[in-house]
């Protein structure tokens, strides 16, 4: 068996209860192996229409995802774990290979994440939980190991 070398988990997230138990999972990694933890707040193609049509301000959407962030903060530090946050949109009215699972990868990609922990939602869930229609794509492509919960 090998030994695993992480400095960095990425956890992408959308608000979503799902999400909570993905960043405790990713919080426990990192402190396992010593890394710093990140949060990538996914948003859905119903925000990011919005934010594209002028409809919605992009202070109003940093507030909104503000407590889940904020959560994240509290929790990482709780146990001494590095942390870092980010908001991407999860879709393009413009480019068409703009999707949740590619972001999450792309970022992955920038970051330099060596692990990803991704909420893995029944497909019966509420349609604005963007990260289900992520996690079977991340899990296919990523180059890093993935733990889908």
């Known amino acids: 068996m090998t030994d695993l070398d992480i400095d960095l988990v990425l956890v992408p997230v959308d608000g979503s209860d799902a999400s909570h138990e993905a960043v405790d999972y990713a ?3 990192a402190e396992e192996y010593g890394a710093a933890v990140h949060a990538l707040y996914v948003l859905d193609e119903e925000v990011v229409r919005a934010l594209e049509s002028g409809d919605t301000d992009e202070a109003d959407v940093a507030d909104d995802t503000q407590s ?3 959560s994240v903060i ?3 530090e709780a146990v001494g774990v590095d942390h870092g946050n980010s908001i991407a949109y999860g879709f393009s009215t413009e480019v068409k290979t703009v999707h949740p699972g ?3 990868l792309d970022t992955a990609e920038e970051l330099e994440a060596d692990f990803i922990v ?3 939602e029944p497909v019966t ?3 604005g939980q963007v990260l289900e229609k992520a996690a079977e794509y991340v899990l296919l492509y ?4 993935v733990l889908s919960v």
């Open 27 to 29: 919080i426990g990694i």
């Open 102 to 104: 590619s972001v999450v």
């Open 142 to 145: 990523a180059s890093q190991p």
């Open 118 to 120: 991704i909420p893995r």
């Open 125 to 127: 869930g509420d349609p």
């Open 68 to 70: 889940f962030t904020d």
């Open 74 to 76: 509290r929790r990482a």
